[in-house]
């Protein structure tokens, strides 16, 4: 059995558009006509420019190659060009096309990809979602009102939800690190506040930052945010800055978490020598792929630390995240996009079940999921963003700053 055939299918999600702008699926053949899908989630160059990278990696590394050979094909992508180190867009590339040998070789041996790596774990992963706005309420105002996000995630506490995540902490800039804002601290407290109220102990608070804050800054941030206990402080500063997010880890009593914009082992190991952080959160579909990213989860056992695989992108990275998380010990929750996600579960004919907070494990081969091909295909992308982007404009000290979650608001 040798890979044969790729196909990249480039598929932009209907409004709002939770999971990113646009996903990028690759559909892999072998020579005896097996499929294997993957999804890249590697976003700092636009995807006609991602479609060349992951054309070139399969040509150059694997076209031809017996799909079970993960190993080889991973050192010949590390390694390209005599570099042997972490490259965000190439292992973004190689990723996705590793996913999609997990899904020939589970599906050659009608198994699913947990049950060749070890086995089953955890027949139900906790899951958790960001709280997005309910049908009923404004979009413009639901990402600075603390009233809102209580009310959604008290009706997320509702529908089984034993954690929700939140980040009101804006904004993202271009910048690096910033002092936040008084009023950005106030505004995170009170959150943290109703929200608390809202679900008592009935629900862990996950307060999501993206590096964007100085050191002192996230310090000061933590020490608001204390009193409310959250289950996690994500990523507080530059994930490129493992010694001051140590700094951080020691100065709050709140359990930092990063690992979203990571790849490879390479990139998590000072993470965890240095105790920057206690909970990793790779997005599989960056990090270097689903063995990859076990190797990672192995590494973190070690350092007692915990596994909450990352979710903004499309249904197959999920499905891969969901084939690691039923297999490894240290696993904390997995991420969501809702229940699943209306649009999401539509590509993959809904083969992955939610029930009352947790992901069942699937038993079907591969992947254990069935796509659309024909629904992915009919929602091409035709813009010009990038999958995320961060703003050019500082922090904003005077009139306060509104950070609309992951997707721009619609009138």
Aim: hydrophobic share 45%; net charge negative.
């Amino acid at each position: 059995m040798k890979l044969q055939d790729l196909d990249i299918i480039v598929t932009a999600p209907p409004a709002p558009g939770w999971g990113g702008r646009y996903w990028i699926f690759v559909k892999v053949t072998t020579d005896t006509g097996i499929v294997g899908w993957g999804e890249v989630y590697a976003a700092s160059i636009g995807p006609d420019a991602m479609r060349a990278v992951i054309t070139d990696v399969f040509e150059r590394h694997m076209l031809g190659e017996n799909p079970e050979n993960i190993e080889m094909m991973f050192r010949r992508a590390y390694s390209s060009g005599f570099t042997q180190r972490p490259d965000l867009t190439v292992m973004g590339a190689f990723s996705g096309l590793e996913i999609a040998c997990w899904d020939i070789i589970g599906k050659a041996h009608e198994r699913p990809v947990y049950a060749l790596m070890g086995g089953l774990m955890n027949e139900r992963i906790r899951s958790y979602t960001y709280l997005y706005p309910l049908d009923h309420q404004s979009m413009a105002d639901f990402w600075t009102s603390p009233d809102l996000a209580a009310e959604c995630a008290a009706q997320m506490v509702t529908d089984g939800f034993t954690a929700v995540k939140f980040d009101p902490a804006g904004p993202y800039t271009a910048r690096g690190g910033h002092m936040p804002a008084m009023s950005d601290i106030s505004q995170s407290a009170a959150f943290c506040k109703a929200i608390r109220d809202a679900v008592g102990d009935r629900a862990d608070l996950l307060f999501g930052t993206h590096g964007q804050f100085s050191t002192g800054g996230a310090i000061r941030l933590a020490k608001a945010l204390e009193p409310y206990s959250p289950l996690w402080f994500e990523e507080p500063v530059p994930p490129d800055n493992v010694t001051q997010m140590a700094r951080v880890a020691r100065a709050t009593s709140i359990p930092i978490a990063t690992g979203e914009r990571l790849t490879t082992k390479a990139e998590f190991a000072p993470i965890l020598r240095q105790g920057a952080a206690s909970i990793l959160q790779p997005a599989l579909g960056r990090s270097g792929g689903i063995l990859e990213t076990k190797k990672i989860a192995a590494m973190a056992e070690v350092y007692n630390a915990q596994m909450a695989p990352h979710l903004y992108a499309g249904p197959i990275e999920w499905a891969a995240n969901i084939q690691l998380a039923a297999n490894i010990p240290n696993l904390l929750m997995a991420e969501t996009i809702q229940k699943g996600g209306d649009f999401h579960l539509a590509l993959i004919k809904n083969s992955i079940t939610w029930e009352g907070g947790f992901i069942i494990a699937p038993t079907a081969p591969g992947l254990g999921i069935e796509v659309d091909e024909d629904l992915a295909r009919a929602h091409p992308f035709t813009g010009t963003g990038l999958h995320l982007e961060m703003q050019d404009t500082p922090c904003d000290y005077v009139n306060g700053n509104d950070f609309q979650g992951g997707a721009p608001a619609v009138d």
